[in-house]
């Protein structure tokens, strides 16, 4: 069973002036450092917390690539939940689980008129390889049974679901279009059932 390993508190957001609580785990399945970022009071008062499950995107988060929405979304779920609360689920699963240089290999495909899914495919990878059983593991390792989930992305839901933990509510991200992630956003829509407002 998964516990908290560390918790230590820190500042976080565009301007290093969000108050955030930084917690990694022992005991997950896998050896991925993932951490969670804890935002107010998610204990006994507040019986339902915001979640975001983010996986990693380095071109996205750090870079801000203008090949996805990675970035902007893990700044909405950082600014809303400074004023709200809630907790931000950090996975190691860099390009839909495929690593930083097949997402790279994708992106080169990409740029010769395959979409995100696609180029996945092509490089001899299913559409999705992100396992979110450890998300689950690591919420409860928090104590939180019971969420509200902000996501596009049917998929997180099922697997929380699955997982045993009940999804309350589903709150959607905003749609993050810019110049080079059209397409991507698109696929997304088709290929995954992603609720986005295109």
């Known amino acids: 069973m998964a516990e908290v390993r560390t918790r230590i508190s820190l500042k976080v957001g565009a301007n290093s002036d969000i108050p955030a609580e930084m917690v990694s785990f022992k005991e997950l399945n896998t050896d991925k450092e993932h951490v969670a970022l804890v935002f107010g009071l998610v204990d006994k ?67 010769q008129g395959m979409n995100t899914y696609q180029a996945n495919n092509h490089l001899g990878f299913g559409d999705d390889l992100r396992d979110f059983t450890e998300a689950g593991q690591m919420l409860e390792a928090l104590n939180i049974s019971t969420l509200k989930l ?49």
């Open 45 to 111: 008062s507040q019986k339902v917390p915001l979640v975001r499950i983010h996986s990693e995107c380095l071109t996205g988060d750090v870079f801000h690539s203008s090949r996805c929405d990675c970035g902007e979304q893990l700044d909405e779920a950082i600014n809303l939940m400074a004023t709200e609360g809630g907790v931000i689920l950090y996975l190691r699963q860099e390009g839909r689980g495929i690593g930083l240089y097949n997402k790279i290999d994708a992106y080169k495909l990409q740029s």
């Open 150 to 198: 902000m996501t596009n992305n049917p998929i997180k839901a099922k697997a929380l679901t699955d997982y045993g933990l009940t999804v309350e509510k589903e709150v959607n991200t905003s749609t993050h279009v810019k110049d080079g992630n059209k397409d991507y956003l698109k696929a997304k829509v088709a290929n995954a059932g992603h609720k986005l407002d295109l």
